[in-house]
């Protein structure tokens, strides 16, 4: 591949002033930007890069504090177990969690609502129950909810979308009607859409529903506050946070957890097992069976420590920045459709478009030839694209170390593409 790269500005250059980041100063902190200069990085809805400072503690873990946790009597386990344990509650603050004794330590989003689907579905859930999701979730808020409801025979409904790009308001009541659990993700990995959790979670508790919030694209971006929304259960990923991958997290309501049955079995997660039976260890342990991404777990709590320093605020404030640019530019040009809705304030950091007839796939791989990585393809929501009359779009998405220039990076190769596939 020959690489037609753009040359970002430098410093003093590109500077805009009165940004609510320095996002020039924030790449410093990123080794891939200096090893790459010319990298134009739009995917952080898919992972975000990762900072020095979270490689750095997962360095400093595994040279000098690696061991197992929770077993060893010795220091250097202990010494693990309590570096473990701080980040258990760094990530209980960040998000104002009652104790961090509610948050499980998971692999990713994914594992985290598998763990609610199984747990729930599997005890909670009435077997003529009725579990509600929304037409714009990811596959993993509906695949794991699918397949426990083939055991159980509880019905999955889902909540619609509007023609611009909302969850459907009007049918809400309707569908929580006899519902127990209401699944929603808090901002579309496809159409930007932020859904007002609280609203929903209210609406989910005056039906006797629990409610369950997919924040995989919410917590990294913007301030989160899960005594606020009152939710019951909360995912989000480590990886889309500045994180390592391989750790994730579950919120959940402290007497929920204990109610609950453990989703995975196996060491850590039990206080005896007897021969014809288990008992289970205190809450969140009970549901971290096995050896856990100790490492995983110091790195995201640096991750943390690194989006606290900056302030979440901040962070949803200069997103909305590019966001707005981004879509304002987009839809200039002629043949770029937009998906989602108008009012930037009520997107996060994500603009999903297509250009012309060009397939996601083919624009995508034009644009990596200037070393611009977007996302193409169904981003795993094809309920969201069946509704939208696609298959498939081109995403771009930003994050804290992506500068206002790279909007118009990805606008000129944009006019390029449509010379280039020859667009009339
Ligand atoms: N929920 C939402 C809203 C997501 O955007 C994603 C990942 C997940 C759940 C699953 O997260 P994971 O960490 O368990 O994989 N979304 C995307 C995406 O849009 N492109 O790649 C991953």
């Given at each position: 591949?020959?690489?037609?790269?753009?040359?970002?500005?430098?410093?003093?250059?590109g500077?805009?002033?009165?940004?609510?980041?320095?996002?020039?100063?924030?790449?410093?902190?990123?080794?891939?930007?200096?090893?790459?200069?010319?990298?134009?990085?739009?995917?952080?809805?898919?992972?975000?890069?990762?900072?020095?400072?979270?490689?750095?503690?997962?360095?400093?873990?595994?040279?000098?504090?690696?061991?197992?946790?929770?077993?060893?009597?010795?220091?250097?386990?202990?010494?693990?177990?309590?570096?473990?344990?701080?980040?258990?509650?760094?990530?209980?603050?960040?998000?104002?969690?009652?104790s961090?004794?509610?948050?499980?330590?998971?692999?990713?989003?994914?594992?985290?609502?598998?763990?609610?689907?199984?747990?729930?579905?599997?005890?909670?859930?009435?077997?003529d129950?009725?579990?509600?999701?929304?037409?714009?979730?990811?596959?993993?808020?509906?695949?794991?909810?699918?397949?426990?409801?083939?055991?159980?025979?509880?019905?999955?409904?889902?909540?619609?979308?509007?023609?611009?790009?909302?969850?459907?308001?009007?049918?809400?009541?309707?569908?929580?009607?006899?519902?127990?659990?209401?699944?929603?993700v808090?901002?579309?990995?496809?159409?930007?859409?932020?859904?007002?959790?609280?609203?929903?979670?209210?609406?989910?508790?005056?039906?006797?529903?629990?409610?369950?919030?997919?924040?995989?694209?919410?917590?990294?971006?913007?301030?989160?506050?899960?005594?606020?929304?009152?939710?019951?259960?909360?995912?989000?990923?480590?990886?889309?946070?500045?994180?390592?991958?391989?750790?994730?997290?579950?919120?959940?309501?402290?007497?929920?957890?204990?109610?609950?049955?453990?989703?995975?079995?196996?060491?850590?997660?039990?206080?005896?097992?007897?021969?014809?039976?288990?008992?289970?260890?205190?809450?969140?342990?009970?549901?971290?069976?096995g050896?856990?991404?100790?490492?995983?777990?110091?790195?995201?709590?640096?991750?943390?420590?690194?989006?606290?320093?900056?302030?979440?605020?901040?962070?949803?404030?200069?997103?909305?920045?590019?966001?707005?640019?981004?879509?304002?530019a987009?839809?200039?040009?002629?043949?770029v459709?937009?998906?989602?809705?108008?009012?930037?304030?009520?997107?996060?950091?994500?603009?999903?478009?297509?250009?012309?007839?060009?397939?996601?796939?083919?624009?995508?791989?034009?644009?990596?030839?200037?070393?611009?990585?977007?996302?193409?393809?169904?981003?795993?929501?094809?309920?969201?694209?069946t509704?939208?009359?696609?298959?498939?779009?081109?995403?771009?998405s930003?994050?804290?170390?992506?500068?206002?220039?790279?909007?118009?990076?990805?606008?000129?190769?944009?006019?390029?593409?449509?010379v280039?596939?020859k667009?009339?």
């Amino acid at each position: 591949m020959s690489w037609r790269s753009y040359i970002l500005p430098s410093r003093s250059e590109g500077m805009a002033s009165g940004l609510p980041i320095d996002p020039y100063r924030v790449r410093e902190d990123f080794p891939i930007f200096k090893q790459d200069k010319g990298l134009v990085y739009l995917d952080s809805t898919a992972t975000s890069q990762k900072p020095l400072q979270v490689l750095e503690a997962v360095k400093q873990f595994y040279a000098k504090q690696n061991a197992n946790v929770h077993r060893g009597v010795y220091g250097l386990s202990v010494e693990a177990t309590e570096e473990y344990e701080k980040a258990r509650r760094k990530v209980a603050e960040l998000i104002n969690a009652r104790s961090p004794r509610e948050i499980v330590f998971v692999r990713n989003t994914t594992e985290a609502l598998n763990l609610v689907a199984y747990s729930l579905g599997l005890n909670r859930v009435r077997a003529d129950g009725k579990v509600v999701l929304t037409v714009m979730e990811h596959h993993s808020n509906i695949v794991p909810w699918q397949i426990v409801s083939k055991h159980r025979g509880f019905r999955v409904d889902y909540v619609p979308i509007t023609s611009d790009g909302y969850l459907d308001m009007s049918a809400v009541e309707e569908k929580l009607s006899g519902s127990d659990v209401f699944s929603f993700v808090h901002a579309s990995n496809v159409l930007g859409t932020i859904n007002d959790a609280k609203y929903l979670t209210r609406k989910a508790h005056e039906h006797g529903a629990l409610a369950v919030v997919d924040a995989a694209q919410s917590v990294p971006h913007m301030p989160v506050d899960v005594q606020d929304i009152g939710c019951d259960f909360m995912a989000f990923s480590g990886h889309k946070m500045l994180g390592p991958t391989g750790i994730g997290v579950l919120y959940g309501r402290r007497e929920l957890l204990e109610e609950m049955e453990p989703f995975m079995g196996g060491g850590e997660m039990i206080k005896e097992v007897y021969l014809d039976r288990s008992e289970w260890n205190e809450v969140p342990w009970k549901f971290e069976a096995g050896t856990p991404n100790i490492a995983g777990a110091v790195g995201l709590g640096a991750a943390v420590d690194y989006l606290k320093k900056i302030g979440l605020d901040k962070v949803r404030d200069y997103e909305h920045i590019l966001t707005s640019k981004a879509l304002e530019a987009l839809s200039e040009l002629k043949h770029v459709k937009i998906y989602g809705p108008e009012n930037p304030r009520h997107r996060c950091g994500l603009v999903a478009f297509n250009l012309g007839d060009i397939h996601p796939h083919d624009l995508a791989s034009y644009l990596d030839g200037f070393k611009i990585c977007v996302r193409a393809g169904h981003h795993c929501a094809m309920p969201t694209h069946t509704w939208l009359g696609l298959t498939a779009t081109t995403r771009a998405s930003f994050y804290i170390y992506n500068i206002p220039d790279e909007v118009e990076v990805l606008v000129d190769a944009l006019k390029k593409a449509a010379v280039f596939f020859k667009l009339s």
